[in-house]
């Protein structure tokens, strides 16, 4: 058995014909079941086998391209859970994003940020007051809400307001080092929910605890973007883009400053790391994306108010981190979407599951104890059990690895000592 | 010609004094030891030079330029590099990151450049991991390059901080206790490196060093620190017999008894 799955590992050929296989079945099932969450997550899990091949980069980028722009969609577009589906997907490629974002403050620069979904709302709410009428009351020109087109250069806007309150959170916070770090982030947090939960006096800007509602749909070419399934490529195209972006950063002097910050401070500013500049370009960078995604959200719910953006969320956002592996950009992405499903859709399906069961009097559940109201229990209960048995995450961080017969050739320094000699006990 | 100058240098944490008006002058090209006895204010000398710790009086001047003031990653960009007494690697990064982190300074990409990805920032770090492969080979840890620093032997971790600190291209290089916590032959292999390392590139090292084996052989010059106050300098061999050295080191019964 061991040698069969050792073939496999080797083997191309066979991990793209199982590939194709898992593909065809999970998404023909999916096609013809009128409503089938397994089929749907199955497909999804598709990715995850693709990410294990061994295939070139390129290739898994084109083939999960195609698996997420045309089959998941298509596959799912047969029943009458589609607008569900693309909801879910939709939500988990938000998530996502802002995992992303949050993991390049904690992960990479070693940051520990308690108030993250601050800039989510900043985001959000930036889209939120100018696409609807709140925004002519304290704005002495110009006529809101502003049209559906607007959204696009929004999505822009967002990013650079969340990038600013990022820098602006930062220059105070990033005094205060570790745990108090990670309280008076989390008092941050709050204080922005507060402060949007209030503003509706004296100019009434955030229409306080009502929220904003009727938030205008993006528009483009004449089309509104009002169901789930449009909103889906918006997101996807804004995860590509977030992907990519970090993992540029990733392997740029940029990422390895942030990497050098995280691992040792002192050591790090010798190096001539500015280590105030350094943290707060985490701050703004990872700020960027969740605002962005911030806008989308907005547009999405059509509806903004506060308590979209409680401790709750940034928790969440926190746990996704950890639970994939602190500054692995793969691992970021499994977590998130492992989160956000779990979330989403295992709970409120086993949730529907039992209280049929108790309809049907096979058993009874006390309300009190459905999955959707454990969410939190489950969060804690998945967080002690891997911070037991898998401290670094589902996928932990890699180090990108060199090739050395790349990097031979430049003209010399004599080598002053043999490696001969070295390799005796260098390694422990 | 003097790179590195010190004058009337002072630091008080509180009412500790634990450097009290240290002036030297450090010549180019040269290695100068800098030695004395536990809690003698070497280290903390070495902080106010590299800027970690501002110093309360004295002036510090690199190439006549003063220094004192500046943030550690602006000494740093002047071209003063150093290694630490307990090792500060970057554990959880692989040996060649470490490297390419010494270079920081000298990288010009921005964050356009490199969302970008600019042929002139591919070609720029791929340069950078050339040299920086070049450092480890030379100090001897090139097949190490992928292995996390937590991963290697205490030598070879306090050779990795050399080539980090090298690959900041330092006019001025502070080893702080390079030799601790190292057998006769590794210390031996670092004596090598050290005097290789001043001429290939171009290097004026000041060292700690409780090794005085060491200490003697590769210095050109001595300073002596005791209770954060200078009191000797010169060449290794007037430093040997220097009475009041031998009274810091051993205690003053030590002269008498001779």
């Known amino acids: 058995m061991t040698t069969l799955w050792k073939k496999y590992e080797q083997n191309k050929l066979a991990q793209g014909i199982f590939l194709l296989i898992y593909i065809g079945v999970t998404s023909l099932s999916l096609f013809t079941a009128q409503k089938s969450v397994t089929a749907f997550l199955l497909l999804l899990a598709s990715l995850l086998l693709l990410y294990f091949t061994k295939f070139t980069n390129l290739t898994k980028w084109l083939l999960a391209g195609f698996v997420l722009v045309f089959l998941l969609p298509f596959t799912a577009s047969n029943g009458d859970a589609y607008q569900s589906y693309m909801e879910v997907s939709t939500l988990v490629g938000i998530y996502i994003a802002m995992a992303l974002g949050l993991n390049i403050v904690v992960g990479m620069a070693g940051l520990l940020d308690l108030g993250f979904v601050a800039f989510f709302a900043v985001g959000a709410y930036t889209y939120g007051i100018f696409a609807t009428a709140q925004a002519s009351n304290f704005m002495p020109f110009g006529t809101f809400p502003l049209s559906g087109e607007s959204f696009w250069l929004f999505i822009i806007i967002g990013g650079l307001v969340a990038a600013l309150f990022g820098i602006l959170l930062g220059i105070p916070v990033l005094r205060v080092k570790g745990d108090y770090l990670a309280i008076v982030t989390l008092g941050f947090g709050e204080i922005i929910r507060i402060i949007f939960n209030n503003l509706d006096r004296p100019i009434n800007i955030t229409n306080g605890a009502m929220g904003i509602s009727s938030v205008t749909p993006p528009r483009l070419f004449g089309i509104d973007f009002l169901y789930p399934s449009q909103f889906y490529y918006i997101v996807l195209v804004l995860l590509f883009f977030t992907i990519f972006t970090v993992r540029r950063f990733e392997h740029s002097k940029i990422g390895r400053s942030w990497k050098a910050v995280r691992e040792n401070e002192i050591a790090a500013q010798a190096m001539g790391v500015p280590l105030v500049r350094t943290k707060l370009m985490a701050f703004a960078i990872g700020a960027t994306f969740s605002g962005m995604m911030g806008v989308v959200f907005a547009a999405k719910q059509a509806f903004v108010d506060p308590t979209s953006f409680t401790l709750l969320e940034s928790i969440t956002i926190l746990v996704m981190v950890v639970l994939g592996g602190m500054g692995s950009v793969p691992g970021v992405i499994l977590g998130a979407a492992v989160m956000t499903i779990l979330n989403l859709q295992v709970l409120t399906e086993m949730t529907n599951w039992l209280n049929q069961l108790s309809l049907s009097g096979i058993i009874s559940i006390p309300y009190a104890l459905s999955p959707a109201k454990m969410q939190r229990f489950i969060f804690g209960a998945l967080l002690i059990l891997f911070a037991l048995y898998r401290p670094k995450g589902l996928l932990p961080a890699k180090n990108r690895i060199f090739i050395e017969k790349d990097l031979q050739g430049v003209n010399r320094k004599a080598k002053l000592v043999t490696t001969q000699e070295q390799s005796e006990n260098e390694k422990l | ?258």
Do not use: W
């Open chain 2, 1 to 258: 010609m003097s790179i590195l100058e010190v004058r009337n240098l002072t630091k008080k944490f509180g009412g500790l004094t634990a450097n009290q008006d240290v002036s030297m002058t450090v010549e180019k090209n040269s290695i100068t030891a800098v030695i004395g006895p536990n809690g003698a204010g070497k280290t903390t000398f070495f902080n106010m030079i590299t800027g970690i710790y501002q110093p309360s009086s004295g002036i510090i001047l690199l190439e006549n330029e003063k220094i004192n003031g500046l943030k550690p990653h602006d000494v740093s960009k002047k071209g003063i590099s150093r290694t630490f007494q307990n090792i500060r690697l970057f554990n959880e990064m692989s040996v060649l990151e470490n490297v390419l982190v010494g270079m920081h300074t000298h990288l010009k990409a921005g964050l356009m450049g490199i969302l970008l990805n600019l042929p002139a920032i591919r070609k720029e770090e791929k340069a950078s991991e050339m040299n920086a492969y070049n450092l480890l080979e030379y100090v001897g840890l090139a097949h190490l390059l992928n292995e996390k620093a937590c991963n290697l032997s205490y030598g070879a971790q306090r050779r990795l901080e050399i080539a980090r600190a090298l690959a900041a291209n330092p006019k001025v290089l502070l080893l702080d206790e390079p030799a601790a916590g190292m057998n006769p032959k590794e210390t031996k292999n670092l004596t090598q490196l050290i005097q290789s390392m001043k001429h290939e590139f171009n290097l004026t090292v000041i060292l700690i060093e409780h090794d005085m084996k060491l200490v003697m052989e590769i210095s050109e010059h001595i300073v002596v620190l005791d209770h954060g106050e200078k009191i000797a300098e010169g060449k290794p061999e007037n430093i040997r017999n220097n009475p009041k050295v031998i009274e810091a080191y051993l205690g003053s019964g030590a002269i008498q008894t001779g």
